[in-house]
């Protein structure tokens, strides 16, 4: 009745969705040009052995100078990443595909904040990976702070987040060829009411171009 509606009563409003970001998100399928990681030769350690991935959870993290981060995962934890002003992802112009390669649980307050310390540090060395400089902060010889931010996990568009996590990480990145990068990002994911993980994921930098939804 209108009269329900303009009073309050009624049927609620149906929850907010979540973005589509050039055509990804939650059931939907992208296509990745092997190309993107094929090109940089035996030099990158990031390869995947499949160029299509199926979109079955979302992240959403809202960054403190107001930007976005959208994340599309699969369910073996391939996360493409995309950078956007704007909350709908319209103006989403940096893409990365991430790759898990290890993840620990820390065994003792002291592995937390030896995790943390190396997080500060302006290059990340790890077992069997060449050495990564600090993508954030570049040419800066000082320790830096990690950054800290929480993220709202969906396994549906619509309704609330299954699962916050906070997360506090930072980004570094090598040279590989002429004009390749591959990123390694380093996280220590606290989720709400679970357990404490330190994660290690490699990355590529992806155009707009190298990928379909």
């Known amino acids: ?72 995962y699969t369910d073996d934890e391939l996360m493409l990443q995309a950078v956007s002003q704007s909350a709908d992802g319209a103006d989403a112009d940096d ?22 310390a190396r997080l ?9 990976l060449p050495p990564f400089d600090r993508y954030w902060y570049p040419d800066d010889p000082n320790e830096q702070e990690p950054v800290g931010l929480w993220e709202a ?14 997360q506090t990480c930072m980004l570094y990145a090598r040279p590989i060829g002429e004009d390749g990068t591959e990123l390694l990002l380093a996280l220590e994911m606290e989720p709400e009411g679970g357990d404490v993980t330190h994660e290690i994921m490699l990355g590529l930098p992806l155009a707009p171009a190298e990928f379909s939804a």
């Open 120 to 128: 500060r540090r302006p290059s990340w060395d790890e077992a069997g």
């Open 153 to 166: 996990l969906h396994y549906e568009r619509a309704g609330p987040p299954v699962r916050r996590i906070h």
């Open 1 to 72: 009745m209108i009269l329900g509606r303009l009073f309050g009563g009624g049927e609620a409003p149906p929850p907010p969705e979540l973005p589509v970001v050039r055509n990804v998100t939650i059931g939907r399928t992208v296509v990745v040009d092997p190309l993107a990681w094929r090109r940089l030769g035996g030099e990158t350690k990031f390869a995947l052995d499949r160029d299509t991935l199926q979109i079955t959870a979302q992240g959403l993290i809202r960054l403190d100078d107001g930007s976005h981060v959208h994340r599309f």
């Open 95 to 116: 893409f990365t595909l991430f790759q898990p390669w290890s993840s620990t649980y820390p065994k003792d307050a002291y592995a937390r904040h030896f995790f943390t």
